[in-house]
Structures are given as structure tokens and as C-alpha cells.
């Protein structure tokens, strides 16, 4: 089964960092782009950071430009989003994804909350 599992949400305070994990499994994501998504309570979805096939593309929402860094280990088929300077607007259910050939694949998402 090909599948992706975020990890490394928590509960932080205004000014904190967190670093979230993406593994994915079933497939080697070397060859995919990968994206970092969110979704903050009662709103839509908004793209967060993006990184290219070889690590060495990123791009940052203005949002979290400056703050957030969105990283890769082919080795361990893992990409990773590291928070810094949080925000309670940060906020939301975190996702990462990345496009097939046939249809985005999706993880379950992990809880982020900012807040004193």
C-alpha cells in the first residue's frame, strides 16, 4: 500500500519550533515532487512549502517564508517541514502530498497548535 504519514505535531507556544515528518511508504518519493498543505480550523485548504525532486528547489507560502523550512532524505523517504518562530495563526492540520501519475496522494494530516 503507498502511503503517507505526517508526524511531529504538538501543542507549542507562541514563538516555538516544531519539526514535522512526512514518511512515506510503498514507494521510493525520490522522483516526485513533495508539498507541505494545511488546513486551519473552519477554512480551507493553503499550500504551505513545496521542494523539487532533488531537494534543491523549496518555495514558501508568504506566510511562513523566513520561518518554516521544508527539507528531504531520500534515504529514509521522508521529507520534513521545520516551524520556527510559531505563530497562532500556524495553527492547523498539516499535510503533506505529492502528485502521481493518476492522482494526489495524500497523508492523514498532523495537529499543530499554537497557542499560551
Known amino acids: 500500500q503507498v502511503q503517507l504519514v505526517e508526524s511531529g505535531g504538538g501543542l507549542v507556544q507562541p514563538g516555538g519550533s516544531l519539526r514535522l515528518s512526512c514518511a512515506a511508504s510503498?514507494?521510493?518519493?525520490?522522483?516526485?515532487?513533495m508539498y507541505w498543505v494545511r488546513q486551519a480550523p473552519g477554512k480551507g485548504l493553503e499550500w504551505v512549502s513545496s521542494?523539487?525532486?532533488?531537494?534543491?528547489?523549496?518555495d514558501y507560502a508568504d506566510s511562513v517564508e523566513g520561518r518554516f523550512t521544508i527539507s528531504r532524505d531520500t534515504g529514509k523517504n521522508t521529507v520534513y517541514l521545520q516551524m520556527n518562530s510559531l505563530k497562532p495563526e500556524d495553527t492547523a492540520v498539516y499535510y503533506c502530498n505529492l502528485q502521481f501519475p493518476a492522482r494526489v496522494l495524500w497523508g492523514r494530516g498532523t495537529q499543530v497548535t499554537v497557542s499560551s
Open positions: 510503498g514507494f521510493t518519493f525520490s522522483n516526485y515532487w
Open positions: 521542494i523539487n525532486t532533488g531537494g534543491g528547489r523549496t
